[in-house]
């Protein structure tokens, strides 16, 4: 009897960031088309006042209907506010991970909680303040995790999205 050694695929943790919502919605539609195992979750910015939950209830549900069509109807959503940065909003599976409560605040609010989110998901220093900065700035942040894809291959679907 031969023994068979199987190799796994060790998850493969990426980030994007978009200026326009028309280039996320194409990079999404690629994914979903090319990658069976992607869990995809996206951030960006509201507005830079802190929205209350009477004032965002209509807003909040507008955004859940929108990300459920494009994601999936078992998406997990969320909002939090940094003072570096303001409202954001956020969908996808890492969503607990940024809404989660730390002594009455979002963990994703607290003054390192998104940087040390970013961090642990496997982003370096670098990309973790680009992609702060980015988001800051209004843009979509898209983070990703998958066994089937690579930062390569990722690369060369993007580019073939923003030059179509």
């Known amino acids: 009897m ?7 695929e060790k998850p493969h943790v990426f980030f994007e960031t978009m200026a326009q919502l028309l280039y996320v919605e194409r990079w999404v539609e690629f994914l979903a088309k090319n990658v069976s ?5 996206i951030m960006f910015k509201l507005g830079q006042r802190n929205l209350d ?12 209907n929108y990300w459920k069509r494009l994601l999936g109807p078992m998406t997990e959503f969320g909002l939090f506010h940094s003072e570096d940065i303001g ?3 956020i969908a996808g599976p890492y969503t607990a991970m940024f809404i989660q409560d730390i002594n009455g605040k979002k963990l994703g609010a607290l003054p ?8 642990g998901l496997g982003l370096n220093r670098k990309e973790t303040s ?5 988001l800051a700035e209004g843009q979509y942040l898209i983070l990703g995790r998958t066994a089937t ?9 993007t580019a073939k999205l923003k030059v179509s």
């Open 2 to 8: 031969e023994a068979k050694s199987i190799k796994e």
């Open 37 to 41: 195992d992607s869990h995809l979750t």
């Open 53 to 64: 939950d009477v004032e965002s209830i209509g807003l909040k549900l507008e955004l859940e």
């Open 87 to 89: 409202t954001v909003f």
């Open 112 to 119: 390192e909680g998104l940087f040390g989110i970013l961090r």
């Open 130 to 134: 680009d992609a702060i900065e980015k």
């Open 149 to 157: 894809i690579t930062d390569k291959s990722l690369k060369k679907g």
